[in-house]
């Protein structure tokens, strides 16, 4: 299949689609992490990434790259909620970095979508 510019994506199986192969195995694997943490979210795109929304407010971005996927954003209290578990990825400018050459940490990225869901429910509260 012959890649996609990003700014021709309209939807999150178009922009999986349009990744490298090793890239689409584990973007697939993390949105159906996603999926099972937050059943009641809206995929979109934004910002020329899949992105999830709850109650009109988007709780969590991913995207490929060359060597690496991501997950976005990674604010301090979710940082500093999983510390240990993080330290093994790269983690800077509310980007966490999970290298396409180790399994998906699924299990991982459901808690971080949740606690990411319960961010931005907090925040809602604020509003």
Not at 21 to 39: F, N
Request: overall charge positive.
């Amino acid at each position: 299949m012959k890649p996609t510019s990003k700014a021709n994506l309209t939807n999150v199986n178009d922009y999986i689609a349009a990744q490298p192969k090793p890239t689409r195995l584990a973007l697939a694997q993390v949105r159906r992490a996603i999926r099972k943490a937050l059943p009641k979210a809206e995929e979109v795109i934004s910002y020329k990434m899949p992105a999830c929304k709850l109650n009109g407010r988007i709780v969590v971005y991913f995207a490929g790259w060359k060597k690496h996927y991501s997950l976005y954003p990674a604010g301090e209290r979710l940082l500093a909620a999983f510390k240990d578990e993080l330290a093994p990825f790269k983690v800077s400018k509310g980007t966490i970095r999970f290298p396409l050459s180790e399994p998906v940490p699924g299990r991982l990225i459901e808690r971080l979508a949740k606690f990411r869901a319960r961010e931005a429910n907090n925040a809602k509260n604020q509003d």
